[in-house]
């Protein structure tokens, strides 16, 4: 039995110690998630009989090593998995190689030319350090004259000059030399093939093969080195018309290697969360400043904000070719018709965790860190439009889309660019996890709904009543469409909300506003006609003490 098992074991060492098998892996899926990505790649070797070291190239430079698979036929069983980024001595030198023995050949010879010239810059800086320790001789022998001492010191110029620049020229020498020696050293590195340029990472695969004969292997694994995010494209041609969608994505990686022509597959889900489930703790209360979130540009009961950034206003904007996203060839790898609508070639599956776009069409996605735009489907939105105003934050009015029954589009949080009668307006957000039925889509500024904020002095002012201040504020909002057509206009005001019982306020006039008396947040559904102008007044008292000052009035 004893003998047995050294038999076994020395057998397994002859395996294990024959030469690895080198093979390059080739992508042919990716599935990519905010904050990671799944790839999916295939490759084939050649195994013999028993145990075999596979060195596979072209994986991610980083990745996570608990997540590798490798799926192999049932005739090879899969013993280990490493990562690596340095994988050293990748193959043996051919040392009887003719081509391998002249280069050989050659760097003995420079490394032997190196180093005699090594050694004679130290002698010659040894003669000298010798020649300066007895520079003084001359001094100390009183028995020499003058003409003696001169002949010596100009012996001593002519020496010292003479061995620096032969130090000299010998360090030029030396430095061709090395150069010359790290180019025949280069000579003897292994050109690997192209696929293995960028990339680092290597996956060392122990296996133990039964036939001998080629053998395709399936690897998946997970990396953080990619992401994706939601992005959106808004058209319409004016405020009666639907909006048209086109539903986008914005995909980076940075793998260290290209993927070409992959299938890919974007999910909303996170292969890194935390699935432990959550326990309860403690839950205490604790003070926190108020936050005004009007004035942060969030709309009151739409749950998500709408700021719009107008970065090129006015641009004029094709069409027909402003989405970078589309698509513009006009057949497919396998010969058959493109159909414009990128729509057919998306399929969206949605479950109770994570919605995920199954992409039909191949796409190259290069490992250089920058967004690749990807179009996913165009979607056509029935929207009901009206204008909306806050003037004490911004004196202009914004045109928004109303969207219902917005969660069947599976719309995820992103960025929106807006076109508008044919121009770019600017930037705007969709956030569609709020609770309300309906989604507010911000399209941008309409500059012909003017709009002004004034105080009115005559009804303005403060008044002192025994410890009391009272100041009274009063406003006027005329707001006037310059439009063509009718407009309906939302428009929002304030009023304070006091924090103590020792300040008092009173809303004296509001010019029939819907009056949300916890936000202090009055509301006016007004009905412009074209060319018509209108004004609402709002009106109210602060009582407080007159020792104390109130910053934020």
């Known amino acids: 039995m004893k003998r047995l098992f050294l038999l076994a074991f020395w057998v397994t060492a002859i395996g294990f110690a024959q030469k690895p098998i080198f093979t390059t892996a080739k992508i042919k899926a990716a599935t990519v998630y905010f904050s990671a990505a799944e790839l999916s790649q295939t490759t084939s070797v050649n195994l013999p009989v028993g145990t075999s070291e596979i060195v596979i190239k072209n994986v991610a430079d980083y990745l996570n090593e608990s997540t590798v698979q490798i799926g192999a036929p049932s005739s090879v069983t899969v013993l280990s998995v490493q990562f690596t980024q340095n994988y050293i001595s990748e193959y043996e030198i051919d040392e009887t190689n003719p081509v391998i023995k002249k280069v050989r050949d050659s760097i003995t010879l420079v490394n032997k030319e190196i180093k005699k010239i090594q050694i004679e810059t130290y002698s010659n800086q040894q003669a000298i350090a010798l020649l300066d320790a007895n520079q003084n001789v001359g001094g100390a022998n009183t028995g020499l004259n003058v003409t003696e ?79 994706w995010s939601p992005f959106y494209d808004l058209r319409a041609e004016n405020i009666t018309s639907p909006i048209n969608m086109m539903y986008k994505a914005q995909v980076v990686q940075n793998t260290g290697i290209d993927w070409k022509k992959v299938k890919l597959t974007l999910s909303s889900g996170n292969p890194n969360q935390n699935n432990q489930a959550p326990l309860l703790s403690a839950w205490f209360l604790r003070y926190q400043k108020s936050v005004n979130y009007e004035a942060f540009g969030y709309l009151s009961g739409s749950g998500n904000a709408n700021v719009i950034q107008n970065t090129v206003p006015g641009m004029k904007v094709d069409k027909e070719n402003f989405r970078d996203g589309d698509l513009r060839f006009d057949t497919l790898s396998n010969g058959k018709k493109f159909s414009r609508d990128i729509g057919n070639y998306t399929n969206i599956n949605e479950n109770q965790l994570n919605v995920s776009f199954d992409i039909d069409i191949p796409y190259d996605i290069l490992s250089n860190n920058k ?10 939105l029935p929207a009901t439009y009206k204008y909306y105003a806050v003037p004490r934050v911004e004196k202009e009015a914004f045109l928004l889309a109303e969207i219902s029954d917005y969660s069947k589009y599976n719309l995820l949080p992103g960025e929106a660019n807006i076109i508008f009668e044919g121009l770019y307006v600017g930037k705007t957000s969709i956030n569609p996890n709020q609770t309300s039925d309906t989604l507010n889509l911000s399209m941008g500024r309409d500059k012909k709904i003017s709009i002004k904020r004034e105080k009115v002095v005559d009804k303005s ?12 504020f009063t406003f006027d909002v005329t707001v006037r469409n310059n439009k063509k057509e009718a407009a309906d206009l939302l428009l929002k005001d304030q009023y304070p909300l006091s924090p103590d019982k020792d300040i008092e306020i009173e809303l004296t006039e509001s010019s029939g506003a819907k009056i949300n008396t916890e936000t202090g947040i009055l509301t006016w559904d007004l009905k ?15 009582k407080y003490p007159k020792d104390k000052i109130i910053d934020n009035l």
């Open 149 to 227: 001492l001169m002949k010596l010191v100009d012996y001593y110029k002519a020496k010292r000059m003479e061995m620096d620049n032969v130090i000299v020229a010998l360090g030029e020498k030396e430095t061709k030399l090395k150069a010359k020696l790290k180019n025949l050293n280069d000579k003897l590195e292994i050109n690997t093939q192209k696929e293995d340029k960028n990339s680092r990472g290597k996956l060392i695969v122990q296996v133990m093969n039964d036939i001998a004969g080629a053998v395709n292997l399936d690897i998946n694994y997970i990396t953080n080195s990619a992401s």
């Open 371 to 380: 967004p690749h735009s990807v179009a996913l489907k165009d979607i056509q």
């Open 461 to 472: 002012g403060t008044r002192f009543l025994s410890s009391k201040k009272e100041q009274t």
């Open 528 to 542: 412009l006609q074209p060319n018509e102008t209108k004004k609402v007044r709002i009106s109210y008292k602060v």
